[in-house]
């Protein structure tokens, strides 16, 4: 059984300890803000210049001046700030961030990143923020499919597209599998998929090493 | 006496000559000094180098300028989106210079150029295709890439409040490029929804001095969108002067 978009988020959300401040990057990672442990004080940053960010507003709440970074309608809980560009991007790259969330083109097994251009000639290459995250945040997490539509494998030896960030990725979070990278090496965590690790590493084509804890 | 406020969009903009590299400030439409810009294309200044996070969305604003063909070239960290057609023509007919740059070296380098800093060593990109060509250095450990300042000659943003002497307050994520694109201008054009009196802004409040702003125009928020009053009243005014429009509700809560 493979996780859902959902699940995966699900799955993730669960790993933010108590005071954990996040930055989710748009698109699939923005799903992990709906299933934030309630039972701890989890912290949002969005690039836009916001600390303490809220939920998605609600259609009686819609302010035009309080988006998030994927410029959807967002709410000002207690306890908020504001801040400019310089400062929000300040945050990042001063390492006061704990843990960020992207979305992945690969991700090579050393933790290598791509995920804003394919690089083909008729690309308008958008990077974004996601150059300032990957060499920013203290944790950079991953969070994709593990397969693309074509059943390529996303977790590559050495990413084909250009590069966001070297040796940068730490978690990666995916419909099949939890990995995680150490000094270079790609450990699997948690098998979601009715697979064992060797026929994972099959499918994959890459070399894993054991991590999973006994169930 | 110190007197910037200006009474029309198309007088604030009417010296921006052709060449002029402008920034804009904004973040989707929050912060977008929106009539500044269609003042701009109004003018019909063009080959202009603008500065902006993305490169216009749908078809008003920035989108409009570049879809008159005034811009020959954009600075920006994220031009394509979902609605960015106008650019995406534009760039693939290559009528359109592309500089993309990741955005936080984006807001760095605008900084910079505001707080005189000739150059700056920074981690981010490091390695990939947009520090291609860039000297590199290592320090303590880590990797850097050598960035320089963005200047501009004018810089159009938006803030809440100003006073006669340019100082500004902004809203919520509204502020976003603005105080630095301020600073970093040689002119630096504000809209805000509201110019009051002196001393009327909280000195503590203030998030923008203003040394760094040049002009301020006045342009009432026109038919605030009721679920705009019904956010601010709740955010602490408490104000049911739904009339007074969004700017004053949120004006008391400062």
């Given at each position: 059984?493979?996780?859902?978009?959902?699940e995966?988020?699900?799955?993730?959300?669960?790993?933010?300890?108590?005071?954990?401040?996040?930055?989710?990057?748009?698109?699939?990672?923005?799903?992990?803000?709906?299933?934030?442990?309630?039972?701890?004080?989890?912290i949002?940053?969005?690039?836009?210049?916001?600390?303490?960010?809220?939920?998605?507003?609600?259609?009686?709440?819609?302010?035009?001046?309080?988006?998030?970074?994927?410029?959807?309608?967002?709410?000002?809980?207690?306890?908020?700030?504001y801040?400019?560009?310089?400062?929000?991007?300040?945050?990042?790259?001063?390492?006061?961030?704990?843990?960020?969330?992207?979305?992945?083109?690969?991700?090579?097994?050393?933790?290598?990143?791509?995920?804003?251009?394919?690089?083909?000639?008729?690309?308008?290459?958008?990077?974004?923020?996601?150059?300032?995250?990957?060499?920013?945040?203290?944790?950079?997490?991953?969070?994709m499919?593990?397969f693309?539509?074509?059943?390529?494998?996303?977790?590559?030896?050495?990413?084909?597209?250009?590069?966001?960030?070297?040796g940068?990725?730490?978690?990666v979070?995916?419909d099949?599998?939890?990995?995680e990278?150490?000094?270079?090496?790609?450990?699997?965590?948690?098998?979601?998929?009715?697979?064992?690790?060797?026929?994972?590493?099959?499918?994959?084509?890459?070399?894993?090493?054991?991590?999973?804890?006994?169930? | 006496?110190?007197n910037?406020?200006?009474?029309?969009?198309?007088?604030?903009?009417?010296?921006?000559?052709?060449?002029?590299?402008?920034?804009?400030?904004?973040?989707?439409r929050?912060?977008?000094?929106?009539?500044?810009?269609?003042?701009?294309?109004?003018?019909?200044?063009k080959?202009?180098?603008?500065?902006?996070?993305?490169?216009?969305?749908?078809?008003?604003?920035?989108?409009?300028?570049?879809?008159?063909?005034?811009?020959?070239?954009?600075?920006?960290?994220?031009?394509?989106?979902?609605?960015?057609?106008?650019?995406?023509?534009?760039?693939?007919?290559?009528?359109?210079?592309?500089?993309?740059?990741p955005?936080?070296?984006?807001?760095?380098?605008?900084?910079?150029?505001?707080?005189?800093?000739?150059?700056f060593?920074t981690?981010?990109?490091y390695?990939?295709?947009?520090?291609?060509?860039k000297e590199?250095r290592?320090?303590?450990?880590?990797?850097?890439?050598?960035?320089?300042?963005?200047?501009a000659?004018?810089?159009?943003?938006?803030?809440?409040?100003?006073?006669?002497?340019?100082?500004?307050?902004?809203?919520?994520?509204?502020?976003?490029?603005?105080?630095?694109?301020?600073?970093?201008?040689t002119?630096?054009?504000?809209?805000?929804?509201?110019?009051?009196?002196?001393?009327?802004?909280?000195?503590?409040?203030?998030?923008?001095?203003?040394?760094?702003?040049?002009?301020?125009?006045?342009?009432?928020?026109n038919?605030?969108?009721?679920?705009?009053?019904?956010?601010?009243?709740?955010?602490?005014?408490?104000?049911?002067?739904?009339?007074?429009?969004?700017?004053?509700?949120?004006?008391?809560?400062?």
């Amino acid at each position: 059984m493979k996780l859902s978009r959902n699940e995966i988020a699900e799955r993730l959300a669960a790993d933010f300890p108590d005071g954990a401040i996040v930055n989710l990057g748009i698109g699939l990672p923005t799903l992990a803000a709906d299933y934030l442990p309630e039972d701890r004080e989890i912290i949002l940053h969005t690039e836009n210049g916001m600390l303490g960010m809220g939920r998605a507003a609600a259609e009686d709440e819609i302010d035009e001046d309080l988006i998030n970074a994927g410029k959807i309608p967002v709410t000002e809980p207690a306890g908020a700030s504001y801040f400019h560009h310089a400062d929000s991007f300040a945050m990042m790259r001063g390492g006061h961030i704990d843990y960020c969330v992207l979305g992945g083109y690969q991700v090579s097994v050393t933790g290598d990143l791509a995920n804003w251009h394919t690089g083909a000639a008729d690309a308008i290459p958008a990077v974004g923020g996601a150059m300032d995250l990957a060499i920013g945040a203290k944790h950079v997490y991953v969070m994709m499919n593990l397969f693309t539509k074509n059943g390529d494998c996303k977790i590559v030896e050495q990413c084909t597209y250009p590069l966001t960030g070297i040796g940068t990725v730490e978690r990666v979070y995916t419909d099949m599998a939890l990995f995680e990278i150490v000094d270079g090496q790609l450990r699997v965590l948690e098998i979601f998929a009715d697979m064992d690790l060797a026929a994972l590493q099959e499918a994959m084509g890459v070399q894993l090493l054991d991590g999973l804890v006994a169930a | 006496m110190v007197n910037k406020q200006i009474g029309s969009a198309a007088e604030a903009v009417a010296d921006i000559p052709d060449g002029a590299t402008v920034m804009m400030g904004g973040f989707g439409r929050a912060g977008q000094p929106v009539e500044l810009i269609d003042a701009l294309l109004e003018h019909g200044a063009k080959d202009l180098v603008v500065v902006n996070n993305n490169a216009g969305n749908g078809t008003t604003g920035l989108a409009a300028l570049i879809g008159a063909g005034q811009v020959r070239k954009m600075i920006c960290s994220f031009p394509r989106q979902k609605d960015s057609q106008i650019f995406d023509e534009r760039y693939l007919a290559g009528d359109i210079e592309l500089e993309v740059v990741p955005q936080g070296n984006l807001a760095e380098r605008i900084r910079a150029a505001g707080a005189g800093v000739g150059a700056f060593f920074t981690p981010t990109g490091y390695g990939t295709m947009l520090a291609e060509g860039k000297e590199t250095r290592h320090i303590d450990g880590r990797d850097y890439v050598l960035e320089y300042p963005i200047k501009a000659d004018f810089a159009l943003i938006k803030a809440l409040k100003s006073d006669r002497w340019g100082n500004l307050v902004y809203r919520k994520t509204a502020r976003n490029f603005g105080p630095i694109m301020a600073a970093a201008a040689t002119t630096a054009i504000a809209q805000v929804d509201d110019v009051v009196p002196l001393g009327e802004l909280d000195p503590e409040a203030v998030i923008t001095p203003g040394i760094y702003v040049d002009r301020v125009l006045e342009l009432p928020r026109n038919a605030p969108a009721a679920d705009n009053i019904a956010a601010t009243a709740t955010a602490g005014s408490g104000s049911t002067a739904a009339t007074a429009g969004s700017a004053a509700t949120a004006g008391k809560a400062l």
